[in-house]
């Protein structure tokens, strides 16, 4: 299929941050007014080609650092603990899936499931493949594809992560998409003392992530915000903008898959 041209870069990646979904410093708890108002924006925004993906947050992230499963498994431990670790959380996972799932079906979208674990590789914790025929599929014909943040097949380590931050970055590129944003439980990038007054910093650079200090935050397996500014200056230099917002402003994310440009941090499209 030729994805050239106006209408592939209409394409938008939205990426529902674990942080803004879960309580992500307790164990397995929704935020349940959140997703559901969330859900309604993304139908509110009907219309703009979409690709969603949402993180792991507390239902994801403890087992997998419990587990190991975003580092090289430990010499002497079995293959088997790492094994039943990795069903252990992709089950956690999925009962996050399901709620978002159950919660798009309610606003009115066709949400359409497309997990990692069968589309995507690793080779010792980096992405290694991604397969996007079937989130193109989906989108052909009028369903909305969902993916997350998962275990998958690695092919030296066994298994491992594959952060929803990684996989957005990636089908923003091969799908051509227009933008991507990444929706969490902060306004921006938060710069300045971290027990003084912290601001957000509208323009992300690479100089910016070089002096970034991260702030205290919770549990997260795939490295967090440094890791989501590198995410988002992957997808600047491939084209696109990349957001980051604060999903818990009513309306922001809405606004955002329609194009503004609203309050946060911004990479802005770099030409090839
Ligand atoms: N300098 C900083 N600016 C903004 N946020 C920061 C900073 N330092 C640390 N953080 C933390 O980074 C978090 C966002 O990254 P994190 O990976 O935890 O969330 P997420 O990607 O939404 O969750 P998940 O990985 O489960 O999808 C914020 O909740 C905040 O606590
Ligand atoms: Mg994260």
């Known amino acids: 299929m030729d994805l050239t041209g106006d209408r592939a870069r209409s394409l938008v990646v939205l990426k529902l941050g674990g942080s803004l979904l879960t309580r992500k410093r307790e164990v397995e708890k929704l935020r349940p007014k959140v997703l559901t108002r969330l859900a309604e924006e993304v139908v509110a925004a009907a219309g703009v080609p979409l690709v969603l993906l949402h993180g792991a947050g507390s239902f994801g992230h403890p087992g997998a650092a419990r587990f190991g499963l975003a580092r090289a498994p430990v010499p002497g431990s079995t293959s088997a603990e790492r094994t039943r670790g990795a069903a252990i959380v992709a089950a956690e996972v999925r009962r996050l899936h399901l709620a978002v799932l159950r919660d798009l079906i309610r606003a009115g979208a066709s949400p359409w499931s497309v997990p990692l674990s069968g589309v995507g590789h690793n080779r010792a914790g980096a ?146």
Request: aromatic share 4%; net charge neutral; no cysteine.
């Open 127 to 272: 992405l290694a493949g991604l397969e996007v025929a079937p989130f193109q599929r989906a989108l052909d014909r009028g369903l909305l594809p969902v993916s997350f943040g998962d275990v998958v097949p690695d092919d030296v380590w066994g298994v491992s992560i594959l952060s929803a931050d990684t996989a957005a970055t990636e089908l923003a590129r091969r799908l051509k998409a227009r933008r991507v944003v990444f929706a969490t439980d902060v306004q921006g990038v938060l710069e300045g003392p971290l027990n003084g007054k912290r601001t957000v910093v509208e323009e992300v650079t690479e100089g910016l992530v070089a002096r970034l200090r991260p702030g205290p935050g919770a549990t997260d397996v795939t490295g967090g915000i440094r890791a989501k500014l590198e995410a988002m200056l992957a997808v600047a230099r491939d084209g696109a903008d990349a957001g980051l917002i604060s999903g818990l402003t009513d309306g922001a994310v809405s606004r955002a898959i329609r194009g503004e440009m609203v309050y946060g941090s911004w990479a802005h499209a770099r030409a090839p």
